[in-house]
């Protein structure tokens, strides 16, 4: 019909790991440099086709996080403001069968005072069965836990909702004022790094083995997240005792690996005008259908 299509790459993993585009829009919007070279390599689009605009989300968070309030966020977590915060984000089972497992003997050295005076704040993942069954095990716990729910648009996948605000604003203030971030090869590492949030991403397992279609260390290994893996931007434990010791080390030397977070930030999502870019890449499709328009109508 002539109606320029333009395709905004929803996340980081998607070029390497959703399949091929069903077809190639007159302009792919790409986050960064990496994401430029996967399209080109892996679903054969034109260098000409591509703008590196940014991530849209971030644009977003570096606006809000400007606005927030530690005593506001605390107040909401019921979280003093002498307390370390540990936070755990939860993934889907397939991702980590052993997290249960993994956040009872978190929460004991934490409970134990290993830390010190801290508290584990849970983000449950908005479509893990596992969930549930968090909330009947520690919503009313007298242990230093807290949960934090995340609505059904932070799933990841196209939900048809950006979202409320409220929710968005919950989460930012989580990953700019926790101590430590805890997850499993997710997306959260970069919303972490962002706030230049030490990041900890465990790398063992208790039950799933190495060689398993699922293994832990084959997740920190896949073509996007190797180059966070290779940064040295997160620390991968490889062992629950190791795993406490860079959860030590995060709170007490919060600027070590301070300049390999800064890296992935400003490679993997730079600060641009991401609205702008976006709304340039809109008018340039439109320009060049016309001009093609234009130029057929004279043949």
Do not use: C
């Given at each position: 019909a002539g109606i320029p299509v333009i395709c905004l790459v929803h996340s980081w993993d998607n070029l390497p790991a959703r399949g091929l585009l069903a077809a190639v829009p007159d302009r792919l919007l790409v986050w960064n440099k990496y994401m430029v070279e996967e399209a080109i390599n892996l679903h054969g689009v034109a260098p000409e086709r591509i703008d590196i605009v940014g991530v849209p989300q971030y644009e977003s968070y570096?606006?809000?996080?400007?606005?927030?309030?530690?005593?506001?966020?605390?107040?909401?977590?019921?979280?003093?403001?002498?307390?370390?915060?540990?936070?755990?984000?939860?993934?889907?089972?397939?991702?980590?069968?052993?997290?249960?497992?993994?956040?009872?003997k978190l929460l004991i050295e934490i409970n134990r005072g290993r830390f010190g005076n801290a508290v584990?704040?849970?983000?449950?993942?908005?479509?893990?069965?596992?969930?549930?069954?968090?909330?009947?095990?520690?919503?009313?716990?007298?242990?230093?836990?807290?949960?934090?729910?995340?609505?059904s648009a932070f799933a990841a996948m196209n939900t048809g909702t950006v979202g409320a605000l409220e929710s968005v604003i919950n989460f930012v203030e989580l990953m700019q004022f926790s101590d430590v971030v805890l997850n499993v090869a997710s997306t959260v590492t970069l919303d972490a790094l962002l706030f230049n949030t030490p990041v900890v991403c465990p790398n063992f397992s208790f039950t799933v083995t190495a060689d398993s279609w699922n293994s832990i260390s084959k997740l920190y290994r896949s073509s996007h997240f190797s180059r966070i893996s290779d940064s040295d931007a997160i620390s991968l434990p490889k062992t629950i005792d190791e795993m406490l010791?860079?959860?030590?080390?995060?709170?007490?030397?919060?600027?070590?690996?301070?300049?390999?977070?800064?890296?992935?930030?400003?490679?993997?999502?730079?600060?641009?005008?991401?609205?702008?870019?976006?709304?340039?890449?809109?008018?340039?499709?439109?320009?060049?259908?016309?001009?093609?328009?234009?130029?057929?109508?004279?043949?």
């Open positions: 570096r606006r809000i996080a400007k606005q927030t309030d530690e005593n506001v966020f605390r107040e909401r977590l019921n979280i003093s403001g002498s307390m370390r915060i540990i936070t755990f984000t939860t993934s889907v089972d397939w991702v980590y069968p052993d997290e249960v497992e993994l956040l009872d584990l704040v849970v983000r449950l993942h908005p479509t893990d069965e596992r969930t549930s069954l968090y909330v009947d095990k520690y919503v009313n716990s007298k242990l230093p836990i807290r949960l934090d729910k995340a609505d010791e860079d959860i030590d080390r995060g709170i007490n030397y919060p600027q070590e690996r301070e300049k390999e977070r800064q890296f992935i930030v400003s490679t993997m999502m730079p600060n641009l005008p991401t609205s702008l870019l976006i709304d340039r890449s809109i008018q340039l499709a439109i320009e060049d259908k016309q001009r093609s328009a234009a130029s057929n109508t004279e043949i």
